[in-house]
């Protein structure tokens, strides 16, 4: 398990702050989610934030742009710092040719589905990816409650996957918490976000280890 806690539910007056805590409490991930008010009902940061924050930080920077058209802006944030970046595939028109943009730039591609999204939309583009990230809220906004359908969702895509024998690593993002852990590890999910879960109950590596101790009931 890969846990990459979403800095939508930190303090955002202590960035620089709240990413060393991450470091220090043995974290080696962590979620941008960049969003545009246009795409999804809220504005959070772009690569002016990532790039000032980049150089104080060893995390790895998993960015998901929930933005209308993200073409537009992958060189910038491959120039703030990204190390994978994520695109919404009900958000650009030439989904195969942005991830292989994503790729060519430099960064781990990845594409992200909304719950009500099927998973056909990612048949012609598997092979252009290096993670794909299933939505388990509706995105946008933080604390929300997981929605049961996703695990069949990730059973199947990890179904695709193994048939194919693509090395695709299967992200989970909205109201993942310790309670769920097991049984998204179980139906297939590498990389979990928390959010509020995760930045709601400090200290952090303390947190961590919680999550760890869940993920080590999977048999």
Known sequence: MILSPSLLSCDFGRLAEELSAL??????????DVMDGSFVPNITFGPPVITRLRSQSRLFFDVHLMIGAPERYLAA????????LVVHAEATVHLQRTLAEIRRLGM???????????????DHVLDDVDMVLIMSV???????????????????????????ALPVKIQIDGGVDPDNVVELLRCGADVLVSGSAFFNFPPYAQRREVFEKAAGMVK
């Open 23 to 32: 470091e220090e409490a043995g974290l080696s991930w962590v979620h941008w």
């Open 77 to 84: 944030f491959r120039d703030a710092g990204a190390d994978m």
């Open 108 to 122: 781990q591609a990845g594409v992200a589905l909304n719950p009500a999204s099927p998973l056909s939309m990612l």
């Open 138 to 164: 509706n995105p946008g906004f933080g604390g929300q409650n997981f929605l049961p359908m996703t695990y069949n969702k990730i059973t199947i895509l990890r179904e695709i996957l193994d048939t194919r």
